[in-house]
């Protein structure tokens, strides 16, 4: 008997002994804390299903349980996997869905069917068809796994010639799935694929190799990517070098789904978050009319005298790309230090309205501006020292994103930018305030944003040595539900839609300070204990440039992120 079919012998007699109370409990499903208002009808946005242009999909949230790693053993490590339920008739799964155990149930898969239309002869084959069969590529040999909870076998669908698979499916005994559980889809209806977060790495005990489960994302993304994602996993012994075995699929019909103006609006209304700043901010946010107004100065290289900019910023050169001959900075008369703290009066938060995944989501990119950006604070184990000039820099540009469910209208996720980086929060680890409006923290002097109140350390945490970020609620905080403005929506052609002047100025928001941070750095790192030195100096070193804040930034439309996706 070979050790596939010893093993395989064994988990069947052993998978008896699972009972009901070794389980994992059923995930609580979360939902927003409020009903959903009825979204204005417009396109398809929020009707529950979305045509890609050959293929139409519908988002499944509700889940059968399959199989569990780690029963009894530590929660937050664990996994589980589901297959779609109540899968409407003529919609056919792509694949199953797996989550971590200490989460709510948050995820979805798509099921998808053929939409009738009409193809050219030499492509007129059917879009989706059932696999010819599947392979094992995986399946647990964790002793507990098998004594408690029975196996998890891990098979890949074999697709027909010139068509995809778009995902995997668990079964907890060894028998093949139905060959009619999935489709796979014709390949030209694909797009490549990427891991995206590790859910599981086990060690298999007889081929000594790690096997990864891991969530997917489209590989193209942002405003440009037809991608779509399908809610899927991927799991095999897998090397960055390697093009995945399992696709997602492409959108050939992008903007169907998309939010009108109306909706726009609505959405923002809805689900605008309230952002706060910390109790002892001194560097606020203001509109860009209240800054250009109030004295900023537009100079151009060579010329040493400022010419001032009217409030719609209509004689700031525009369009193409910063090639550094013109920049923004302060007032250079006594007003200088008083807009150098901001007016929240004035600051409205302005809003890129944008396709993400394929334009099955979209992306809610609200802006703020700052007219400075204040010095930094450097934690090394309890001490906090002040960096002095290193950090500051005039005009600051940071942005929060939404991300809408297009076949919902729901909240999915938030991402909150942090110094060129950031991270995805899901709905349900939000801080809400009011109905389904989230809350936004920005950090102190440096404007950074986060989901929850706290000290951040940008650096090492591990250490207790880095760039402090202090987050905290206070009285001084812009509500965006009410105080925004809508300044692009590049794929609502014909609505009349006009971006502001200010917005196609693609120089830099402040001037390039030449004050030698590296050099002040040196100082302060030469004053610290000698055991704390090395340390110090190896974070800083992997900090972003526009960390040490020597120039101003570019302004919001000349970030990758306008057209491409989030970092992280």
Request: aromatic share 14%.
């Amino acid at each position: 008997m070979s050790w596939c079919e010893e093993r395989n012998f064994w988990c069947n007699c052993l998978y008896w002994r699972k009972t009901a109370i070794l389980l994992p409990p059923e995930p609580d499903t979360f939902s927003l804390p409020s009903p959903l208002p009825d979204w204005s009808q417009g396109r398809g946005f929020a009707s529950g299903r979305i045509n890609l242009g050959k293929i139409e999909a519908l988002k499944i949230s509700r889940f059968e349980f399959i199989w569990s790693s780690n029963l009894l053993q530590d929660k937050k490590k664990g996994v589980s996997f589901y297959k779609p339920v109540g899968v409407p008739n003529g919609f056919y799964s792509l694949g199953h869905y797996c989550q971590f155990n200490n989460k709510p149930l948050w995820g979805f898969v798509l099921v998808v069917r053929e939409v009738a239309c009409f193809e050219p002869e030499a492509a007129n084959l059917p879009t989706l068809l059932k696999p010819l069969d599947y392979t094992l590529v995986w399946s647990s040999d964790d002793e507990s796994e098998e004594k408690y909870g029975g196996c998890g076998f891990f098979w890949l669908p074999q697709p027909p010639e010139g068509y995809k698979p778009l995902g995997f499916l668990v079964t907890n005994n060894p028998d093949k799935p139905d060959l009619d559980e999935v489709r796979c889809v014709r390949a030209d209806l694909t797009d490549e694929c990427e891991p995206y977060r590790l859910l599981l790495e086990s060690y298999s005990k007889f081929l000594n190799l790690p096997v990864r489960v891991s969530s997917t994302r489209p590989s193209h993304r942002g405003v440009l990517g037809k991608g779509v994602s399908v809610g899927t996993f991927f799991c095999g012994y897998w090397t960055s070098e390697e093009e995945l075995n399992i696709a997602c699929l492409k959108n050939l019909n992008q903007l169907h789904a998309m939010p009108n103006l109306e909706q726009i609006h609505a959405l923002m209304k809805h689900y605008g978050p309230t952002v706060f700043f910390h109790p002892n901010e001194v560097y606020l946010p203001s509109s860009v009319p209240w800054f250009l107004k109030n004295g900023a100065l537009l100079y151009k290289a060579g010329d040493s005298s400022g010419e001032p900019i009217d409030a719609e910023g209509t004689n700031l050169p525009g369009g193409g790309t910063n090639n550094g001959a013109f920049w923004i900075d302060l007032p250079s008369d006594g007003k200088r230090n008083t807009v150098k703290q901001g007016s929240l009066e004035s600051a409205k938060l302005y809003v890129h309205v944008k396709p993400a995944l394929g334009g099955t989501f979209t992306d809610l990119a609200v802006w703020v501006f700052y007219p400075f950006n204040g010095p930094g604070t450097l934690k090394v184990g309890p001490l906090n020292i002040s960096l002095g000039k290193i950090g500051q820099h005039v005009g600051d540009w940071e942005h929060f994103t939404l991300r809408i469910c297009n076949f919902t209208g729901e909240l999915w996720s938030i991402y909150f930018s942090q110094h060129s980086g950031g991270e995805w929060v899901d709905a349900y680890d939000l801080e809400y305030i009011e109905g389904n409006k989230a809350i936004v923290y920005s950090s102190k002097n440096g404007h950074a944003s986060f989901p929850h109140p706290g000290c951040y350390i940008q650096g090492s945490t591990k250490l207790g040595i880095g760039i402090r970020n202090d987050a905290a609620r206070s009285n001084l905080y812009v509500d965006s539900s009410t105080r925004y403005e809508i300044i692009a929506a590049e794929y609502l052609e014909g609505s009349g839609f006009i971006e502001p002047c200010w917005l196609q100025f693609m120089g830099k928001w402040g001037p390039t300070i030449v004050y030698g941070s590296r050099i002040e750095l040196d100082k302060i790192i030469n004053h610290l204990p000698v055991g704390f030195r090395y340390s110090v100096k190896n974070i800083f070193d992997g900090f972003p440039v526009e960390l040490c804040g020597e120039e101003g930034p570019t302004g919001a439309k000349d970030k990758n992120n306008w057209v491409g996706d989030e970092r992280g």
